[in-house]
Nanobody, 120 residues
Framework: QVQLVDSGGGSVQAGGSLRLSCAAS?????MAWFRQAPGKEREFVAD???????SYADSVKGRFSISRGGAKNTVTLQMNRLRAEDTAVYYC?????????????????WGQGTQVTVSS
């Protein structure tokens, strides 16, 4: 089992920045962030593999940056130029299976979620 603890959410005005962090209790192949806005399905935001291969949703490319550190068991999501439509609960996720994936069912470990609110 892998335990994930995510943190760093908050409220910010449009155009501002926030940083989310997630710590895993042990090594994982890939760590990712998903988000879920009210009334919508949970969607992929970004992921990073153990060897630093990253992928991003089109809606956040050029604004968000994902990185891994701390013996590769922590992941950070730097969110810049935030928009009102970025408002959601953000969830850290992880998996041990290899190969790229942006698919929610492929991630077996989840954090508790952290709220991000962007006011326009």
């Amino acid at each position: 089992q892998v335990q994930l603890v995510d943190s760093g959410g908050g409220s910010v005005q449009a155009g501002g920045s926030l940083r989310l962090s997630c710590a895993a209790s042990s090594w994982t192949y890939s760590m990712a962030w998903f988000r879920q806005a009210p009334g919508k399905e949970r969607e992929f935001v970004a992921d990073i593999t153990w060897n630093a291969i990253t992928s991003y949703a089109d809606s956040v490319k050029g604004r968000f940056s994902i990185s891994r550190g701390g013996a590769k068991n922590t992941v950070t999501l730097q969110m810049n130029r935030l928009r009102a439509e970025d408002t959601a609960v953000y969830y850290c996720a992880a998996r041990r299976s290899s190969g790229p994936s942006t698919s929610l069912p492929d991630y077996g470990y989840w954090g508790q979620g952290t709220q991000v609110t962007v006011s326009s």
